[in-house]
């Protein structure tokens, strides 16, 4: 028996008809017949007749009704304590952030929890990686959302791990890129290493580079200008109408880069960080 059995069992005694109570269960007629009878199984009793009227409750049926009542109350009363409790929660909360994250995926998960803890008070940096996990080491901030590259020895959450990918105007083959200009965006060095490992695993000869920027934005609207190719993160890619191919390694495996929500344990003592934690925790699917 769980919370839809107990909701049904309220509105079957609310309404006294099998036909009224589907219809406000959303229900089917004989769906519903069904569940009752899987209910007076559970129980081995019977829990209503029918009558000319509809449907009465046996002496049986009428103790259950008394529970599923109690339960109700019960239930609805912790979901005001819980949410009582979660607006209780206020404070400021210093967060850093990798631009490309802030840019592309941490609104959405600011308007969210903020949608749950709406007097927390946030104060968001955005900026290169390195300069985040020092903010985080120096205690500047209380979290921070770095990008695969920087060894994070205290607690930490995968939060994504987007494909790199190549970006063209069209469909291009990997051979193709030797004879095309390629659009560098100057990245971290841990990224760049690995971008340039990957195009020498399969080529002797060096890309030809014919814009450089530092931008992931202008990267994509130069790309899309049909001006070169790129390597980009898919997390940039969502909105880009051009030619995409995820790239892997010569083994088969993915080329991606994972980013991480780092923090150090003692700051969970700050419910405005435990409650950041544990929403991005319940939110997503990854883990430690």
């Not at 609805?76 to 631009?99: D, F, H, P, T, Y």
């Not at 790239?247 to 150090?264: D, E, H, I, Q």
Request: net charge negative.
């Amino acid at each position: 028996m769980d919370l839809k059995d107990i909701e049904m069992v309220l509105v079957l005694y609310s309404e006294k008809s099998i036909t009224k109570a589907a219809e406000k269960l959303f229900v089917s007629q004989p769906a519903l017949t069904k569940r009752i009878k899987k209910l007076e199984d559970f129980f081995r009793t019977n829990l209503i007749v029918r009558n000319y009227n509809g449907i009465a409750f046996t002496y049986e049926g009428e103790k259950l009704v008394s529970y599923c009542k109690e339960i109700s109350t019960t239930y609805q009363n912790l979901l005001e304590e819980m949410k009582v409790s979660k607006e209780e929660i206020s404070g400021s909360l210093a967060i850093g952030a990798a631009a490309i994250y802030a840019h592309y995926k941490l609104p959405k998960l600011v308007h969210s929890y903020l949608d749950q803890f709406p007097k927390v008070s946030l104060d968001i940096k955005t900026d290169l990686t390195a300069r985040i996990f020092r903010m985080l080491e120096n205690n500047e901030i209380a979290i921070g959302i770095l990008r695969e590259g920087y060894a994070w020895e205290d607690e930490k959450i995968l939060l994504s791990n987007e494909p790199l990918c190549i970006a063209y105007h069209e469909k291009i083959e990997l051979s193709e890129l030797l004879t095309k200009k390629y659009i560098q965006y100057k990245t971290d060095p841990h990224l760049q290493y690995q971008i340039d490992h990957w195009w020498n695993e399969r080529f002797s000869d060096r890309p030809k580079i014919g814009i450089s920027t530092s931008s992931v934005d202008t990267s994509i609207e130069l790309v899309r200008a049909g001006l070169g190719w790129s390597i980009l993160p898919s997390i940039a890619l969502d909105n880009f109408d051009g030619y995409i191919q995820e790239l892997t390694w010569l083994s088969g495996v993915p080329f991606t880069r994972a980013t991480w929500l780092c923090y150090k344990k003692n700051s969970l003592n700050s419910r405005a960080v435990a409650s950041f934690v544990q929403y991005v925790e319940e939110t997503h699917s990854t883990t430690r």
